[in-house]
């Protein structure tokens, strides 16, 4: 079992950036596919990135592409989502996520405690 820890999370105006961190302990850090996933008041989490364990391969949703990037450093065992012009509709909840399977449904076996992102208008 790998314990995910995130951070990076807080108050931003719309159109600026942050970027999340995930540091991940425990396990073999580079066996593991990562996500990010949201949470927004009052919805359902849904996800949001998801990177392979080379990096070689990425998924995003449709509504963050072309402004998140996720990406990984092995040797730090970290995952990271660098978030660009962001929008009030970004304000959620961000989780990190790990499994041995890349997915982008919520199939993951661990995840941390969550950090908060607010955007405001």
């Known amino acids: 079992q790998v314990q995910l820890v995130e951070s990076g999370g807080g108050l931003v105006q719309a159109g600026g950036s942050l970027r999340l961190s995930c540091a991940a302990s425990?396990?073999?850090?580079?066996?593991?596919?990562m996500g990010w996933f949201r949470q927004a008041p009052g919805k359902e989490r849904e996800f949001v990135a998801a990177?392979?364990?080379?990096?070689?391969?990425?998924y995003y949703a449709d509504s963050v592409k072309g402004r998140f990037t996720i990406s990984r450093d092995n040797g730090k065992r970290t995952v990271y989502l660098q978030m660009n012009n962001l929008k009030p509709e970004d304000t959620a909840i961000y989780y990190c996520?790990?499994?041995?399977?890349?997915?982008?449904?919520?199939?993951?076996?661990?995840w941390g405690q969550g950090t908060q992102v607010t955007v405001s208008s």
């Open positions: 425990g396990g073999i850090f580079s066996l593991f596919a």
């Open positions: 990177i392979s364990r080379s990096s070689g391969t990425t």
């Open positions: 996520a790990a499994d041995f399977t890349l997915s982008v449904t919520q199939a993951y076996k661990s």
